[in-house]
């Protein structure tokens, strides 16, 4: 159902690589609440994946960009202010990848130049990405900029390895850089922190399967959807969230805040 949120706002979506990623989704539910999109996606996922398809969908350009290098963020950025002829009111960063996960390196015994490789990919792009914004002063006043991660980052799961250590490494940058958004631009950074979803990311934690299951059983509302997750974050892109910044919001169906449900002591038993 549209409400038209975002009608007349203009923003850039990183991260859609096939319609299960939770950036697809929030391109469509954007769209459908009246707000332009730039989608972007590093140039050799543009190869494999079908963002073509989707960029239609929502009548949106494709503008590569490999998240990792401030020359392409650089152009990004301008080719997306002339496009829309003038500043950016949203950007999702939906981003995320880690070496030693996909090549199955245990957290005691990891590759450190490929640590290294996701913390860059999966944290300071989102560093990179505000530098740039904030240069070339990019967003519009009263703007808003999300960024998605996973609880890892505050509590330890089993084989999500090295990528905790980028999720929390990435709510701090949205804190640290948040303060100046907020300060000079008038402008919020949250995360938001979302349940485990079968996306092409989430498949490559080891043991995805019960991560979703024990997240489902514990979840007073059950686990979020990434449909769910991409209308909440319309709303943090909506006018109707605008003093809410620095923050690290989940959207996990209540995960958070349970220490253990009835379902999960039923199942030991
Ligand atoms: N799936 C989950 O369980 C889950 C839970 C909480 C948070 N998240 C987070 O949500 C975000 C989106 O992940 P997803 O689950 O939709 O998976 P996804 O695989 O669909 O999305 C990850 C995206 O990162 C892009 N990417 C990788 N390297 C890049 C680079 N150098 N430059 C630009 N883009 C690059 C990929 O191309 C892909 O589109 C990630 O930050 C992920 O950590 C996922």
Redesign the pocket.
Known sequence: MSHNLLKGKKGII?????S??????TAESVHAQGGEIVL???P??LR??T?NELGEKVNAPVIP?????LS?LEQLVDQTMEHFGGKIDFVL?????SVNVRKGKHYTALNHDWMQKGW???AV?FHKLMQTLYAKDAMNEWGSIV?????AAQRTFPNYND?AD??AY?ESIARSFGYYMGKDKSVRVNT??????????????KG?DG??TYAEKTSPLGNAT?SE?ADYTVTMFSDFTRKVTMQNLFHDGGFSNTGVSQEVIDALQ
Do not use: E, R
Not at 65 to 69: F, I, L, M, P
Not at 147 to 151: F, M, V, W
Not at 195 to 205: C, D, E, I, K, R
């Open positions: 990183f991260g859609a690589l096939d299960q990623s939770i950036a697809w989704k972007t996606n590093a050799v996922a494999m994946g963002i960009a490999d998240a990792t290098s392409d960063h939906s981003i995320g990848m860059d990919v999966s792009s960024a998605l991660t996973y609880i990528m980028n999720k990435l938001i922190s979302q349940s485990p979803t079968l996306t092409t990311a989430g498949q490559g934690v995805l991560f979703l990434a997750c």
